[in-house]
């Protein structure tokens, strides 16, 4: 399946890297991506989302398979839901939300989620306080996941 563009995703935090500034193409688009949640969250006067790795991992597995199999859902063929996908990695949740978004850059994937009522609620959810972002590339394209969960 070929994109023109970015995926995006809010969903749990997942990725085996940390969430700091490198020459590290996907690193840099979590990065970004990060930035700009926690920056909305700020103006909302809610607390910022922190990374957490298990979640991380989790992002990268469901970007990565969005890549190989080609589709766009948030219903993967391999894991099933994205709430699914968390339970059964061990990843424990009382609420849990995704977003799911393609451009060509993190920046305006994000002016995409803030312009959707339901994304932009996943973003200011004050339940939320960790995030997963996933990014997988093909070819000229890159895949980023960023999932959310709530506070227990």
């Known amino acids: 399946m070929k ?9 749990a935090q997942l990725i085996d890297f940390t ?12 990065v970004i991506i990060l930035k700009l949640v926690n920056s909305e969250r700020a103006k909302a006067g809610i607390p910022p989302l922190k990374a957490n790795s298990d979640l991380n991992k989790l992002a990268f597995m469901k970007s990565q398979d969005i ?8 219903h993967s063929p391999a894991y099933g839901s994205p709430f699914d996908m968390m339970k059964s990695y061990g990843i424990n949740y ?5 977003n799911l978004a393609i451009d060509k850059c993190a920046a305006n994937a ?3 989620w803030m312009n959707s009522k339901t994304h932009r609620e996943n973003i ?3 339940y939320f306080i960790e995030v997963g972002i996933g990014v997988c590339k093909e070819a000229n394209e890159s895949y980023e ?3 959310n969960t709530p506070q227990t």
């Open 110 to 112: 994000h002016r995409a």
């Open 67 to 74: 890549v190989e199999n080609g589709y766009f859902s948030h």
């Open 145 to 147: 996941i960023k999932e």
């Open 3 to 11: 994109y023109n563009a970015y995926v995006l995703t809010a969903l």
């Open 19 to 30: 969430l700091s500034p490198s020459s590290n193409a996907y690193t840099d688009q979590a």
């Open 94 to 98: 009382t609420c849990a939300g995704e």
């Open 124 to 126: 200011l959810n004050p």
